[in-house]
C-alpha cells in the first residue's frame, strides 16, 4: 500500500523536555513535509525537506530526512506548552503528485 | 492575504437535506483541494481541482458534489449524507497543483454533523 507510518502515536511530556516523532515510508519518497495541527485547528505547513539526508531547523525544531528518503523526524527541544497539537508527515511517493499521504500523526501533550 | 477561508464553521443537517460548504482564497493558488478529517485521523484527500478543472476524485460517493466556478472559489455540494459523514470538511489550496511539492494552506474546516 501508499502507508506512510508515524511513532510514537502518543506522547506526554513534562514542559522543558524534549520530543522526537518519526516517519516511516517503505517506499522511498520524493520529499516529505511536516504539518502541525492544534487541538480543535488546522492542520498548518511547517517544512517540507526534499535531499537526501537533509536536516533543517526552526528555532526548537528540528526536521531530519534519512539518507535512503525513506524516513523522517521532527525533533522538538524545550518543549513549551504552546508546542501541543498534532504533528503529521506527510510523504510523496513519485515524482507526479499523485502519491502524496499524510501519516496518522503523533499527538504531543506537554503538562506545564 | 495568505488565508483560506470556509464556511460555514459549523453545519448539522438531516440526511434528506441539500447544503453547500463554500471556500475561498486570495492567494492566486491555482488548485484547492477538499479533505475530510475524521477525528483522531489524518486528513483524508476528496478532490482536486487543478486550473478550475477537477484533476483527482478520491472514488468519492456522488453524494459529494465538487464544484469550482473560478479559481478563487471552491464548493462542495452535499445531499443526502449519511451519518457516518459526520467529519471535519477541510479545504486547502497550492501554488500550482504539484501537491507534496507545493506546501498546502488548509481552512479552518466546517464542522458537519448529520442527523
Known amino acids: 500500500g501508499q502507508q506512510v507510518m508515524q511513532i510514537p502515536q502518543y506522547q506526554h511530556v513534562q514542559e522543558g523536555e524534549d520530543f522526537t516523532t518519526y516517519c516511516n515510508s517503505s517506499?522511498?519518497?520524493?520529499?516529505i513535509q511536516w504539518y502541525k495541527q492544534r487541538p480543535g485547528g488546522h492542520p498548518v505547513f511547517l517544512i517540507q525537506?526534499?535531499?537526501?539526508?537533509e536536516v533543517k531547523k526552526q528555532k526548537r525544531l528540528t526536521f531530519q530526512f534519512g539518507e535512503a528518503k525513506k524516513n523522517s523526524s521532527l525533533h522538538i527541544t524545550a518543549t513549551q506548552t504552546t508546542d501541543v497539537g498534532t504533528y503529521f508527515c506527510?510523504?510523496?511517493?513519485?515524482?507526479?503528485?499523485?502519491?502524496?499521504?499524510f501519516g496518522p500523526g503523533t499527538r504531543l501533550s506537554v503538562l506545564p | 492575504d495568505t488565508e483560506v477561508t470556509q464556511t460555514p464553521k459549523h453545519l448539522v443537517m438531516g440526511m434528506t437535506n441539500k447544503k453547500s460548504l463554500k471556500c475561498e482564497q486570495h492567494?492566486?493558488?491555482?488548485?484547492m483541494y477538499w479533505y475530510k478529517q475524521k477525528a483522531k485521523k489524518p486528513p483524508e484527500l476528496m478532490f482536486v481541482?487543478?486550473?478550475?478543472?477537477?484533476?483527482i476524485n478520491e472514488s468519492v460517493p456522488s453524494r459529494f458534489s465538487p464544484e469550482c466556478p473560478n479559481s478563487s472559489l471552491l464548493n462542495l455540494h452535499l445531499h443526502a449524507l449519511q451519518p457516518e459523514d459526520s467529519a471535519l470538511y477541510l479545504c486547502?489550496?497550492?501554488?500550482?497543483?504539484?501537491?507534496?511539492?507545493?506546501?498546502?494552506?488548509f481552512g479552518s474546516g466546517t464542522q458537519l454533523s448529520v442527523l
Open positions: 506527510a510523504g510523496l511517493k513519485d515524482n507526479y503528485g499523485q502519491n502524496f499521504v
Open positions: 492567494m492566486g493558488h491555482r488548485a
Open positions: 517506499t522511498t519518497l520524493s520529499n
Open positions: 486547502a489550496s497550492s501554488r500550482k497543483p504539484d501537491r507534496g511539492k507545493e506546501k498546502l494552506f
Open positions: 525537506l526534499v535531499k537526501s539526508g
Open positions: 481541482y487543478s486550473y478550475e478543472k477537477l484533476s
